[in-house]
Nanobody, 125 residues
Framework: QLQLVESGGGLVQPGGSLRLSCAAS??????VGWFRQAPGKEREGVSC???????SYADSVKGRFTISRDNAKNTMALQMNSLKPEDTAIYFC?????????????????????WGQGIQVTVSP
């Protein structure tokens, strides 16, 4: 069982930045992604990256968030800039040992098998 450990959440003012990190042994071989769930809302894909480096972003975060991974260190990260109150949610990293078609990626939550415990991100004045 892959054990994902997230770090880096917290409270930030609107317009600020946070960097989330996720680590797990062997993570470099997995497709990975960041997901979030706000109170009363369904879990949604924020950004995902394949083992080969293909990325995808939700429209709401394009141009503000950047996903990255270091396969040698078995880590991945989400740099979040220009944060807005609507970014407030619990953020989860997730992984699946699968190569999506055509070398791409997929950010649907149901495609991912292994999940971290979640970390709170709050954007508030």
């Amino acid at each position: 069982q892959l054990q994902l450990v997230e770090s880096g959440g917290g409270l930030v003012q609107p317009g600020g930045s946070l960097r989330l990190s996720c680590a797990a042994s062997g993570l470099g071989s997995y497709a990975v992604g960041w997901f979030r769930q706000a109170p009363g809302k369904e879990r949604e894909g924020v950004s995902c990256i394949s083992s080969g480096g293909s990325t995808s972003y939700a429209d709401s975060v394009k141009g503000r968030f950047t996903i990255s991974r270091d396969n040698a260190k078995n880590t991945m990260a989400l740099q979040m800039n220009s944060l807005k109150p609507e970014d407030t949610a619990i953020y989860f990293c997730a992984a699946v040992f699968y190569t999506f078609p055509y070398g791409g990626t997929n950010c649907a939550p149901w495609e991912y098998r292994h999940w971290g415990q979640g970390i709170q991100v709050t954007v508030s004045p």
